[in-house]
Nanobody, 121 residues
Framework: QVQLVESGGGLVQAGGSLRLSCAAS????????MGWYRQAPGNQRELVAS???????NYADSVKGRFTISRDNAKNTVYLQMNSLKPEDTAAYYC???????????????WGQGTQVTVST
């Protein structure tokens, strides 16, 4: 059983910063791509940023230059540093990871429970 546990959400004023963390635990052989998604009320879940095991990153246009994704492969952890936050960044943020539990297992697409980020004006 593998779990993703997020932390770091909260309430912040516009222009402020938050750092999200997501740690994977359990029977892990290797983690492929890790990413952060967000979902605001009434909206579909959207990709915020992703990072490969080798460190290649991809960002949504709306967060480029403000958010930075990083990961620590030794700790099976992914981070999202969010700067210059805007009210439109308010959403539940979800961690996602492609996890292999053994050398010949299929890839398991796992989600965290979500952490709320609220940006006030």
């Amino acid at each position: 059983q593998v779990q993703l546990v997020e932390s770091g959400g909260g309430l912040v004023q516009a222009g402020g910063s938050l750092r999200l963390s997501c740690a994977a635990s359990g029977s892990i052989f290797r983690i492929d791509v890790m990413g952060w998604y967000r979902q605001a009320p009434g909206n579909q879940r959207e990709l915020v940023a992703s990072i490969t095991r080798g460190g290649s990153t991809n960002y949504a246009d709306s967060v480029k230059g403000r958010f930075t994704i990083s990961r620590d492969n030794a700790k099976n952890t992914v981070y999202l540093q969010m700067n210059s936050l805007k009210p439109e960044d308010t959403a539940a943020y979800y961690c996602n990871a492609g996890v292999y539990t053994s050398w010949n297992s299929r890839r398991n697409d796992l989600w965290g429970q979500g952490t709320q980020v609220t940006v006030s004006t």
